[in-house]
């Protein structure tokens, strides 16, 4: 059906909500970006078309739109099926731990499980009442490291990422959330450009994606920039890096927090010996692990 008929086919929210959702499994739409399935993810869109928030009482669903928004929510939904990009960078907006983010191109879509330890405060992995210096390493669009600065407002926050456009991504969302002038960013190739100092609490979500998944990835995941997925072979190309680097700049009784995703297994087959705790997410996600600067240091040395 053309879209000029929908228009006169289609009359509530409901209707549109319901035609969507239809339509984006019809397509064969990947999710994953903030949304697990097709429903929530047209209710979303159809809501951001209305200039309505997210949360709007489905009270008011059966409302009949007017026909110039009746476009606005057919072109949005069209943009998403015939693009094939996640609906993040359509509306230039994202969700992570409570807090929204703007995201386009430049930046993976936040969604990272390390969401549900910043609500906790990493507790009971480290005493949140002595982190007062924390890192953000590969921060993209800077949701880890802002939403870190609102869970400990004490906290001297840091972040870094290789990329220019990723930082300038991080500059927008630290206006947006006021932070500007107190959350310090650096482009750096991990810690190569951070001054030395040390930090109590070291996040990060690096590329973690290795070769095989990389050819397999569907459209959505391919809108992506390639430097933030991409980690050879195994995955951890960056990781191993980052190990090697990381304990000039984490306190011994500091934590480093490390997102590795499906690279999980190539991790503890390349370091069965490392004492790392994998996370068990609440409300799903996993392939996170922990390990104290105390621990890995002792690791580096047996195994130089």
């Not at 499994?25 to 078309?49: I, T």
């Not at 310090?184 to 690096?206: G, R, T």
Request: aromatic residues 10%; proline residues 4%.
């Amino acid at each position: 059906m053309e879209q000029h008929e929908l228009k006169h086919t289609l009359h509530n929210l409901k209707d549109y909500i319901r035609w969507g959702a239809s339509e984006f499994n019809r397509q064969q739409l990947v999710f994953g970006h903030g949304f697990v399935n097709a429903l929530d993810e047209v209710a979303y869109l159809v809501l951001h078309a209305l200039a309505l928030p997210h949360d709007w009482p489905t009270l008011y669903f059966d409302a009949v739109l007017t026909e110039a928004e009746r476009e606005q929510v057919l072109n949005l939904l069209m943009k998403r099926i015939y693009t094939r990009k996640p609906a993040a960078y359509l509306t230039h907006e994202a969700w992570f731990c409570g807090l929204a983010f703007y995201v386009d191109e430049r930046v993976l879509v936040p969604r990272s499980p390390i969401a549900e330890m910043i609500d906790n405060h990493f507790e009971p992995w480290i005493n949140a009442g002595r982190v007062t210096r924390i890192l953000d390493c590969c921060t993209g669009s800077g949701c880890i490291a802002i939403a870190c600065q609102y869970a400990f407002p004490e906290a001297r926050v840091v972040a870094s990422d290789v990329s220019k456009d990723a930082l300038d991504v991080a500059r927008i969302n630290c206006s947006k959330h006021g932070l500007e002038d107190y959350l310090l960013l650096y482009q750096s190739d991990l810690f190569e450009s951070i001054p030395a100092q040390k930090f109590d609490l070291i996040v990060s979500n690096p590329p973690y994606v290795d070769a095989a998944d990389m050819v397999a990835l569907s459209e959505e995941f391919k809108a992506e920039p390639e430097l933030g997925l991409a980690a050879g072979k195994d995955g951890l190309d960056i990781v191993e890096r980052m190990l090697l680097q990381v304990v000039d700049y984490l306190e011994d009784d500091g934590l480093l927090v490390v997102e590795v995703g499906n690279s999980q297994a190539a991790m503890i087959q390349r370091h069965p010996e490392l004492a790392l705790s994998w996370i068990d997410f609440e409300h799903g996600g996993g392939g996170v692990f922990c390990v104290t600067g105390q621990d890995l240091k002792q690791y580096l040395n047996l195994n130089p």
